[in-house]
């Protein structure tokens, strides 16, 4: 049992599918004494994840969900349900974890996960969206923290920053520009939720 009993810290529980930065962003706020709480676990899809590795550098236990050893979607959306019962902290984070939740997991946490994307939502959902953004020929893209509701990048707005797109940028140096802003607003979603001072309101996020 690692559940909210006997629990004398706030909890984050971090969901990541690969490479991890965000994850590091939020194991070294943490560190840092940034935001009131420890993170509690990560959990992944990928047997393969770099995050894997810096969890187990920073001592935070790794629950591996390996997809591909699931027998369908829906066996492993039920794991994946029960773990997150299972551990049942103050908050989840989506940083780089890369498939839908389902519904279930959804209404099970309502405004109790968050999801970090790199785009402006509603512009550039989904996969790719720094590649997106430049494709379209916007001149300006950015980041999002947002809650996560039942569709893809389409929940309640936390923070958001502005990066303006450079005349030399291709896909690859405008996504390493908006990563860095990433890994600020994530962490201080973060600090802005466990400190208590995020509320919603339909679509409306308030901070004060
Ligand atoms: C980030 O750009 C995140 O916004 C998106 O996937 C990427 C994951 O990067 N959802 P990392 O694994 O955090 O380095």
Redesign the pocket.
């Known amino acids: 049992m690692y559940g909210k009993e006997a629990r004398s810290k706030q909890e984050i529980v971090v969901l990541?599918?690969?490479?991890?930065?965000?994850?590091?962003?939020l194991i070294d706020a943490g560190q840092a004494g940034y935001f009131p709480g420890i993170i509690a676990r990560l959990i992944t899809d990928n047997p393969d994840?770099?995050?894997i590795r810096r969890a187990k550098d920073a001592g935070i236990p790794v629950s591996v969900l390996d997809f591909a050893s699931f027998p369908d979607r829906a066996a492993y959306e039920a794991a994946l349900v029960l773990e997150m019962e299972e551990c049942d902290p103050e908050l989840f984070v989506?940083?780089?974890?890369?498939r839908i939740l389902p519904e279930a997991i959804v209404r099970t946490f309502p405004g109790r996960i968050i999801?970090?994307?790199?785009a402006l939502l509603p512009s550039f959902p989904g996969l790719r969206?720094?590649r997106q953004a430049f494709e379209y020929g916007v001149k300006v893209s950015g980041?999002t923290v947002h809650f996560v509701d039942e569709g893809t990048d389409t929940g309640p707005i936390v923070i958001q920053r502005c990066i303006p797109v450079e005349e030399d940028d291709d896909e690859e140096s405008l996504?390493a520009r908006?990563?860095v802003e990433?890994?600020r607003i994530l962490a201080e979603a973060v600090r802005l939720f466990l400190e208590g001072r995020i509320r919603m309101a339909g679509r409306w996020v308030g901070i004060r």
């Open positions: 990541a599918s690969g490479r991890g930065s965000n994850f590091q962003a994840a770099h995050a989506l940083a780089g974890y890369m999801n970090i994307h790199p969206a720094p980041c996504a908006i990563l990433e890994h």
